[in-house]
């Protein structure tokens, strides 16, 4: 995969620096600049940040309400490292025009205006040294959680964790400059100054005070004679002896990245509390896998099917029906995904290849019986064709979801989200395009009022019944539907042509429908 920081640079030529005096208006004032801003940001900030006697220059990130900023929120980064002779301080925060496509620019976090969202790349910028081994920044920033990192001393291989609000690596996981350190900021939404829906609705990425918590661990495992680890997720009140096993889900990670990055920077853990306490996803156990030890590609990731799904269906309740199983992945990891499908497409019933392309064959057996989300960022070099998607939709059930982001994870919290929120068990989602086609060619047909709506109101009951998880009850509609075109084609009602579009669609709604209730 292209390093993301190569794929953040490209952008007509936009600036990578913005200088203080963008914040201060003057560059001799930089250094008291920093000291005021540091010392009020003291008196302002939100209840449970840094105290006054931590003094003005504490180390790791705070977010302060800021009147002055574009969005009502400046972002003060403090890097402590006495040994540093320069510190970058790296952020996927650089803006784009979501609102108006035929806007090119790529917009500073200073510019911000309602519209702009993340995806633009990355704002590279000096940290300013404060002395005694302390380097500080200020920039703006908008709502949900904001990446950034650390480069010292010029070195742009070796990408720093935030010492002061690291990550929480995988014992197992990668190290030094393998290893992308992703560290996150949480930022409210400013309803005055941000004033945007699609950001507004990246609260969902932001730590409720309120929201019941789930708990997340990297549990040890044994994988061809070693001890490895998955991440896992396990929602608030999970009951081991729960009467109703709960249902799994897969994320798999990207190039540079491990099984710990979806629980960091990913934001899954955050996503699931606030979800579930919405009432919008069921409770769920999630678990992240590294790719390095799921066995060979070419053999359907034997690891991942005979040793990390078994070590997790024994060890946690949940179900062992495929269909209660979804495997999601990011760029690399969506590779990983859609080779999944290509060696066995109903290993899980719900499937998301995320900015990685789309690579399934439109040959795979069963390719009808899974649900399959496609998506990625509108700026993203991995965002599936859509033609391709549109394709693979003619034979099986699939969708594509484009959001505001690049190929970052501005684009992979909101799919997950979306895909949680408005895909996840609702098989639904995925069946609706076909129930209005089906409704479209009757509309078209030319049938009398009360044929067309003795076959409209069957169709409208099939997707009621899929929405409620009756399968046996929309089997016995869709078939209804068949039988009912069939007579009506004989009857003379509706021409071979016409019978001939219909049909088909209905069987693929049946054997997908049917294919579950085995």
């Known amino acids: 995969m292209e390093s993301i920081a190569q794929q953040r640079r490209h952008d007509e030529g936009a600036p990578h620096e913005v200088g203080r005096e963008e914040i201060f208006g003057s560059r001799r004032l930089k250094a008291l600049a920093v000291v005021i801003l540091a010392w009020a940001m003291l008196l302002t900030m939100a209840p449970g940040s840094a105290k006054a006697d931590e003094g003005p220059l504490t180390p790791g990130p705070t977010v302060i309400a800021d009147p002055a900023s574009p969005t009502g929120y400046t972002g003060h980064f403090v890097y402590y490292d006495p040994d540093a002779t320069s510190v970058r301080f ?66 742009t291989s070796l990408w720093v964790a935030d010492p002061a609000n690291s990550p929480i690596f995988a014992p197992d996981g990668l190290t030094g400059t393998a290893r992308r350190a992703f560290n996150k900021v949480f930022v409210p939404y400013d309803a005055g100054k941000q004033n945007y829906a699609p950001l507004a609705a990246r609260q969902i990425e932001l730590e409720r005070a309120d929201s019941p918590k789930g708990t997340w661990s990297y549990v040890p495992f044994e994988v061809n004679g070693t001890t490895r680890t998955i991440g896992v997720y396990l929602p608030p009140g999970y009951e081991a002896d729960r009467a109703e096993p709960y249902k799994t889900i897969y994320m798999q990670h990207g190039s540079g990245q491990d099984q710990s990055d979806w629980m960091n920077m990913g934001d899954v853990p955050v996503i699931m509390d606030n979800l579930i306490q919405d009432g919008t ?3 769920a156990v999630v678990i992240t896998t590294n790719t390095n030890y799921l066995g060979a590609a070419n053999q359907g990731y034997p690891n991942l099917r005979n040793v990390v799904i078994p070590f997790v269906e024994s060890n946690y309740n949940v179900s062992t029906d495929a269909i209660d199983r979804a495997f999601a992945g990011l760029s690399a990891g969506s590779g990983v995904t859609q080779n999944l499908i290509n060696f066995d497409a109903d290993a899980f019933g719900y499937y998301g290849p995320w900015s990685g392309g789309a690579s399934v064959r439109l040959t795979t057996p069963n390719l009808a019986a899974p649900y399959i989300l496609y998506g990625g960022g509108r700026w993203d070099f991995g965002l599936p064709n859509a033609n391709t998607v549109a394709a693979l939709d003619n034979v099986g ?52 009022k009360g044929n067309a709506n003795a076959l409209t109101v069957k169709l409208d009951q099939a997707l009621s019944l899929v929405a409620k998880g009756d399968s046996a009850g929309a089997l016995e509609v ?18 071979a042509e016409q019978s001939a579009a219909l049909v088909p669609v209905a069987q693929k709604i049946l054997f997908n429908v049917g294919y579950w209730v085995q």
């Open 478 to 495: 869709l078939n209804g539907f068949v039988s009912q075109v069939t007579e009506f084609s004989a009857a003379g009602k509706l021409t």
């Open 397 to 448: 059930f699939v969708e594509n979801v484009v959001v505001a982001g690049a190929h970052d994870f501005n684009t992979w919290n909101q799919m997950f989200a979306t895909f949680a929120r408005d895909y996840l068990w609702h098989p639904e989602a995925f069946i609706k395009d076909e129930i209005d086609t089906l409704k479209a060619g009757v509309a078209e047909a030319g049938l009398n």
């Open 281 to 283: 996803t069921e409770p």
């Open 90 to 155: 790296v952020a996927d925060i650089l803006l784009r025009n979501w609102a108006d496509p035929a806007d090119t620019k790529v917009y500073q976090p200073g510019e911000y205006k309602p519209g702009l969202m993340r995806g633009g790349g990355a704002y590279d910028v000096e940290m300013t040294d404060a002395g005694n081994g302390y380097w500080v920044t200020d920039v703006p920033l908008a709502a949900g959680a904001n990446q950034y990192w650390f480069y010292v001393d010029g070195n």
